[in-house]
């Protein structure tokens, strides 16, 4: 008896995340309307310093991310004038529960349930223009930490975990950074080889049709980095150095298949 209301709430939960994940997804994908993204800024390490840059943190720190997926959107023919809006809400207390790169799948699962309740909790209260889609950007504190967990966006979930260092220094990076796990929520796939995160041609190069190919001039967002040579490659130091290549245009919507 119980064993079987069990797995049809299971199942009813199931399918219940499964039709809004569609919903969501189909509505932050069409492009007709600007779609609101929020960001909620997290002291990753409950250092002073990560609470201090938390304090200084605006509303415009986060336009050159809209203005980026504007100019790209243009690029490609899309007519709506603000495709994203990006705004910051207030510091949340506790961090998004942490999967263990090596978790098992159920683990896995459970993980994924917990943060969509964890997103649930954080936009629960907002009344008025509720964000559609939620990045939880936790900022660490470089001197405790040089290497930062890996960072992730979904598209089922409508949300982005992101991991970047609180220093003022490295805000144009965090943007690139931060534009990357968004494009994620969107649908766009990774475009770098897993082993040596050399962006993969021709779908991880901006402008694959370039000739001569190198050096290329830009980096594609879901590579990450400016094929310079076919082995050398260039961290861009900010938006301004990154485009939204065709395949990733194509994943989200912004061109025909
Ligand atoms: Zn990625």
Redesign the pocket.
């Known amino acids: 008896m119980w064993r079987t209301i069990r797995i049809s709430l299971l199942l009813l939960t199931l399918l219940a995340v499964a039709f809004g994940a569609w919903f969501d997804q189909h509505h932050t994908t069409r492009w007709e309307h600007t779609v609101w993204v929020g960001v909620f800024p997290i002291n990753a390490d409950g250092s002073p310093a990560a609470a201090r840059y938390l304090d200084e943190l605006r509303a415009q720190d986060f336009a050159p991310i809209g203005a980026f997926i504007a100019r790209e959107a243009q690029r490609y023919g899309v007519s709506l004038g603000e495709p994203v809006n990006v705004r910051l809400y207030a510091p949340l207390r506790t961090a998004p529960p942490l999967l263990h790169p090596r978790a098992a799948a159920l683990t896995r699962m459970f993980w994924s349930l917990q943060l969509r309740h964890y997103r649930w909790q954080a936009l629960r209260g907002i009344r008025r223009s509720r964000p559609q889609i939620a990045l939880f950007v936790l900022y660490h504190d470089p001197a405790r930490s040089a290497v930062l967990p890996h960072s992730l966006?979904l598209q089922r979930g409508l949300m982005g975990v992101v991991h970047v260092f609180a220093a003022r220094p490295q805000d144009d990076q965090n943007a690139v950074v931060i534009a990357?796990?968004l494009l994620?929520t969107f649908g766009a796939t990774?475009k770098y080889s897993a082993d040596d995160d050399a962006p993969l041609f021709p779908t991880g190069y901006a402008e694959p049709d370039r000739q001569p190919r190198y050096p290329q001039r830009y980096a594609e967002l879901?590579a990450g980095r400016i094929p310079l040579s076919p082995t050398t490659q260039l961290m861009p130091d900010d938006l301004g150095q990154v485009r939204i290549g065709p395949a990733s245009a194509r994943e989200i919507g912004w061109s025909a298949r």
């Open positions: 966006g990357h796990e994620h990774d879901m």
